[in-house]
């Protein structure tokens, strides 16, 4: 297969989708990156499915305009609601996020799993669809309320995160699971916080590597791999850049950009 130098694209509602790239990043270090927060309208989660589907439209086409080659929507309300309108509609391939309950479901030893999730997410009939096939094990949803929004104002290690974190986990702990599934792309940016208070057995299983070796495949199978040296990824957020900087360690620039 030919080679590719376009980018990839990458959006989400706001910084979190951050973990995705990274993910795909540390696979793919040489594929030029572009990340798209769209943190003026974060959370998705809130949102009816008509909003979500039109945000992740207009996501796509800024992403479209910088020429990328395939998009990742490394966000799981906007692909539970919207990858289908998108694969409809754009003539360019889309990965989706989804939570990981496959492995979770194949490794529990209870039979009872967690999902930390937002409540568009858990609304959604991709992931209804998704957790029917899995009928002999207790899938415990929990709505993560405010935990977004905490993550987008750079309060991750508040009292408060600590607090409602504390009020989302402990009823699934008393249900006996051994495994928490992080159906949000913020979420991972929490896994400190969350070890603090699960038990050392519960195994916490977020979809970053699946959604990194997914893009990988579709690169090799359908579109080619960039042969450019190693480039500086970029990031446009349109609200308060210093928040997506401060994510990114102060290692990148974050461009303010109104979209």
Avoid at 82 to 100: H, M, N, T
Wanted: a negative charge; proline letters at 5%.
């Amino acid at each position: 297969m030919n080679s590719n130098n376009q980018p990839i694209g990458i959006f989400d509602s706001g910084i979190g989708g951050t973990s995705i790239w990274s993910a795909i990043h540390q696979l793919l270090p040489n594929e030029k990156t572009i990340y798209l927060a769209d943190s003026k309208n974060a959370p998705y989660g809130q949102k009816s499915k008509e909003e979500i589907i039109a945000l992740s439209m207009k996501n796509t086409e800024f992403l479209l305009e910088m020429n990328c080659k395939l998009i990742v929507v490394a966000c799981n309300t906007a692909t539970t609601n919207a990858i289908q309108e998108l694969r409809s509609k754009y003539d360019v391939p889309f990965i989706g996020i989804e939570p990981a309950i496959k492995p979770a479901v194949t490794n529990s030893k209870t039979q009872i799993i967690g999902i930390l999730a937002t409540q568009g997410t858990l609304n959604s009939e991709l992931f209804h669809t998704a957790v029917a096939k899995y009928q002999d094990t207790k899938i415990i949803e929990q709505v993560g309320h405010g935990l977004v929004q905490l993550i987008e104002n750079g309060e991750i290690n508040s009292p408060e995160m600590t607090q409602l974190l504390q009020s989302y986990l402990t009823p699934m702990i008393e249900a006996n699971m051994d495994y928490l599934v992080l159906g949000c792309s913020h979420f991972p940016y929490l896994i400190p916080q969350i070890k603090k208070i699960l038990p050392d057995h519960i195994q916490i299983i977020d979809s970053g590597q699946a959604v990194a070796k997914q893009t990988q495949k579709i690169l090799a199978e359908r579109i080619g791999f960039s042969s450019a040296e190693k480039t500086e990824p970029i990031f446009y957020t349109n609200i308060n850049s210093e928040v997506l900087k401060e994510i990114l360690e102060n290692k990148y620039t974050a461009i303010e950009k109104d979209f």
